[in-house]
């Protein structure tokens, strides 16, 4: 990454600069990112995930929640019904598509959520320290005594099985983590020299923070995200399981999986294909998560 | 990659230690190249580098960052990572024994010789010694492994040779750990440990390089006592004063090829290259020749000294610990005229980068007063300071640590701008490219990164952007001892002449007595927070006061003139016979 730069020594006419395009961050990162091979295919997986979920409603063959009598468990592949159908002959593909659309809402939205929480708590605290990180550390504490999960159980038996209470539930239950986090790296910064050129040259704390700090915070933050999502995903599931997940009739991973269940010994392919996806797609977000963290680790070379 | 380039002719010349001339050498490097496997082929660090080391010889392996001189010996040892490709010999030849050669003997024989027949002292002690385990163990275990003592006798003989170092005490200090010790104290540990065994060669790298220079100065009399001793020694070194010291003869490396060998003496001299000449120019000294600086200020026109730019008043600084408060800055006072440049020396934990930043208000004062420009700065208001900061500009230590790693060079300069809100982009950017042709460096950095750049240049777009405000004060932080010893000077130079041209007022904070000698006016030396001795700059070099001033002017080791000899310890002499 030399630059060879020929600038005539005295005398007029033009100064012929012949320099490798700069290459930004981001652009670095982005190369790191695709050099791991599996983060490329998780994202490609995640993006199609997404796509389909968004198109559920348009590409979805039945609706989702028209019962058929009559029809009740057909087997894969018959016509009509790649998928199947389920115990009230519900049609397994559209389904499933939109469990899709429902865990991914829940999963991103639960996430989305809790960074905000998270910024805003591990910003102050990080930058303001004293009191106020005092305080919001204690208030962190508190939350992390309390089992997570059981929390969002007892908020969704609260607040009622809406998609908003699950979100809502998942979000209280994670932000605390996120925010610890956040927190640790700002104080981290706070101490590097270009925060203190920053201060030197006039930078008030928002631009510090905004400007200076974050960017270099980013990191692992981006990396739990994309844990994150899917955590979300799983711990909608496990609600659905236990009951307490979206209402009826929307549909959600867990509920599919918890229906199918009871007849894993007579049509597998009921919980098989429900499953199968959700592992896929758990899988394709951690290798995304990885590829995140090769694109934010710092290589000397 | 790879190349055949014979630039190293086999070993010539006088040696200046004829002693061991018909003896073979301890350890006698050949054609040692040595590479790293990158995925886009392979990357040579060294070229054949050949030397050969006699019996109670000293070498230095003198070159600036990234000349490979550290690899090299690191690859003697097998210390490379796997991705290592190393090709030529390093025999070493012990006392009545055939010789080895280390790159071909493989892991199990080499990891016999290392600490045995080979000590190597790093840098940074800190670092290299175990945080987690007192010294005793990580002296005695180390015979024990080699199977040269017992566990009662392994013990005696740690005591024996820390107190061989010059650590007082031994009995006590050994059942200390790392961290319980002060740096010099560390490095003396870490010398103990690489000698221990009394090995036939020591491998110093840098090993004063992070010590203050009095400090330094005893370490090095440590090793030329111990070398006095019996011990041969390959010191790795990136500076001319240390190696001519310590050492005999010198290799001088660059980008991984041999420059030159010559006994050092001769090297300094006369140099027979180009480019040793001008690492010999490029080194700072005390006593130099130093440019004249026209003074544009207006400080004594009619023979009363105009209005203080700065004023400091009993200035405290108190950092609560576990250990107790410790003053960092105690009661220290002093005025700064516009255009003129104060000079603060000390050594580590003297205090002087706390003021600093007591000094800009990065951080607050326990006690005190500072005014800027008629205006106490301790009254104003978070908002009005920040207004206020425009006038003062600070250039750090760490020209790299201080920029935006994800931003241009012209983003970097215009920064100052963009946070005060002066100027659209575009004329920001122009005025960064006028910023960057002050300090002498073309428009064809303006869209680089900070980390294209090397340290030289990262430091002269840090320095243009504390220009870019038009600030009637700059601080500097150790401007340049981050710097390679080529570049100092030339950074200094600038920033002299930058001053002369612009007249903003310089607070220079350095270790480095050579860089106050060229450039400051006045001068305070600080010492455990408090100002021992200050003075017009010729009158401290030439008539130091205090006692403490003495010792830190006693201990700088010139390039040039006269030779200092090391200093004889008052340590018992040791019988150098491996055990």
């Known amino acids: 990454m030399t630059a060879t730069v020929k600038a005539p020594a005295a005398g007029p006419g033009p100064i012929t600069i012949s320099l490798p395009p700069p290459r930004s961050e981001w652009s670095r990162r982005a190369a790191r990112f695709r050099r791991n091979r599996l983060a490329v295919l998780g994202l490609a997986l995640v993006a199609l995930a997404c796509l389909t979920a968004l198109a559920a409603p348009l590409i979805a063959p039945h609706h989702y929640a028209t019962i058929n009598p009559g029809q009740e468990f057909l087997p894969s592949f018959s016509p009509g019904h790649l998928m199947g159908t389920d115990l009230l002959g519900r049609d397994v593909l559209s389904r499933l598509l939109f469990s899709l659309r429902t865990a991914l809402f829940v999963g991103i939205m639960a996430e989305l959520l809790s960074l905000i929480i998270a910024f805003a708590v591990g910003l102050l605290a990080g930058y303001k320290g004293g009191k106020i990180d005092q305080w919001l550390m204690a208030l962190t504490d508190v939350m992390f005594a309390f089992p997570g999960y059981l929390f969002a159980v007892l908020l969704v038996a609260v607040l009622g099985r809406s998609t908003w209470a699950v979100i809502l539930a998942l979000t209280i239950a994670s932000w605390v983590g996120q925010s610890r986090l956040l927190r640790a790296q700002i104080m981290r910064m706070k101490t590097l020299e270009f925060v203190e050129a920053g201060r030197a040259m006039g930078a008030g704390p928002w631009t510090l923070v905004m400007r200076y700090m974050v960017p270099g915070a980013l990191g692992p933050v981006l990396v739990t995200t994309s844990f994150g999502i899917p955590a979300n995903m799983l711990a909608e599931a496990g609600l659905a399981i236990l009951g307490l997940g979206v209402a009826p009739p929307t549909p959600s991973l867990g509920t599919m999986i918890n229906e199918g269940y009871r007849f894993v010994q007579t049509n597998p392919e009921l919980i098989a294909w429900p499953v199968g996806v959700f592992v896929l797609i758990m899988l394709a977000f951690t290798w995304v998560g990885d590829g995140v963290r090769d694109a934010f680790d710092v290589d000397e070379s | ?579």
């Open chain 2, 1 to 579: 990659m790879l190349s055949t380039s014979m630039r190293a002719e086999p070993s010539d010349g006088p040696r200046a230690a004829g002693s061991a001339a018909s003896r073979k050498p301890v350890l006698e490097v050949s054609g040692l190249t040595v590479g790293f496997a990158l995925p886009d082929g392979v990357k040579t660090v060294v070229h054949d580098l050949s030397f050969s080391l006699p019996h109670h010889g000293s070498l230095a392996l003198v070159g600036e960052s990234g000349s490979g001189k550290s690899v090299s010996m690191r690859a003697i040892l097998g210390l490379l990572p796997g991705n290592a490709r190393v090709q030529g010999s390093a025999v070493l030849t012990a006392e009545g024994s055939p010789g080895l050669d280390l790159l071909t003997a493989g892991e199990a024989k080499v990891r016999r010789v290392r600490g045995r027949q080979v000590g190597m002292v790093f840098q940074n002690a800190m670092e290299a010694l175990n945080p987690s385990i007192p010294l005793e163990r990580q002296l005695t275990e180390h015979l024990i492994w080699h199977g040269l003592a017992n566990k009662s006798d392994a013990r005696r003989r740690a005591v024996e040779a820390l107190g061989d170092v010059g650590i007082p005490e031994p009995e006590r200090r050994i059942r200390m750990y790392p961290f319980q010790l002060s740096g010099g104290m560390r490095q003396r540990a870490m010398i103990a440990m690489a000698t221990i065994a009394r090995p036939d060669v020591v491998i110093a790298d840098e090993p004063t390089t992070a010590l203050d220079v009095t400090v330094q100065k005893q370490i090095l009399d440590l090793l030329v006592h111990l070398r006095d001793q019996g011990m041969a020694m390959v010191m790795i070194t990136h500076d001319l004063g240390v190696a001519r010291y310590v050492c005999d003869d010198a290799v001088v490396l660059r980008d991984g090829d041999v420059v030159e060998r010559a006994p050092i003496a001769q090297l300094l001299r006369s140099p027979k290259e180009a480019y040793s000449r001008s690492l010999i120019d490029a080194a700072l000294d005390v006593g130099m020749d130093v440019p004249e600086r026209e003074v544009v200020a207006i400080t004594d026109t009619a023979g009363t000294p105009s209005e203080a730019l700065l004023q400091v008043r009993d200035l405290t600084k108190v950092f609560a610990s576990r250990g107790g408060d410790v003053v960092a800055v105690d009661e220290v006072s002093l005025d700064l005229l516009p255009g003129r440049t104060l000079g603060v020396v000390g050594e580590s934990g003297s205090g002087k980068s706390t003021l600093a930043r007591l000094v800009l208000r990065l951080i607050e004062p326990t006690s005190g007063r500072v005014t800027f420009d008629g205006e106490d700065l301790g009254a104003l208001a978070p908002k009005a300071l920040r207004a206020r900061r425009r006038g003062m500009q600070m250039v750090f230590q760490s020209p790299y640590g201080s920029l935006l790693p994800t931003h241009t060079v012209a983003e970097n300069i215009a920064e100052p701008l963009r946070i005060n809100k002066i100027g659209t982009p575009t004329e920001r950017r122009d005025r960064a490219v006028d910023l960057l042709r002050l300090v002498e460096l073309g428009p064809a950095y303006l869209d680089m990164y900070p980390r294209q750049l090397s340290g030289g240049q990262q430091q002269r777009v840090a320095i243009a952007r504390a220009l870019a405000l038009k600030p009637k004060f700059l601080v500097g932080d150790e401007p340049t001892s981050a710097l390679d010893a080529s570049v100092q000077m030339q950074v200094l130079d600038l920033l002299r002449d930058l001053q002369s041209r612009l007249g903003f007022a310089l607070l220079l904070i350095t270790h480095n007595l050579a860089v106050v000698e060229r450039l400051a006016d006045d001068v305070i030396v600080m010492r455990r927070g408090q100002v021992v001795e200050r003075a017009r700059t010729a009158d401290l070099f030439a008539n130091p006061q205090h006692e403490y001033t003495r010792a830190l002017l006693e201990a700088v080791l010139p390039v040039r003139g006269a030779v200092t000899d090391p200093e004889a310890t008052d340590l018992p002499g040791v019988a150098w016979q491996r055990q």
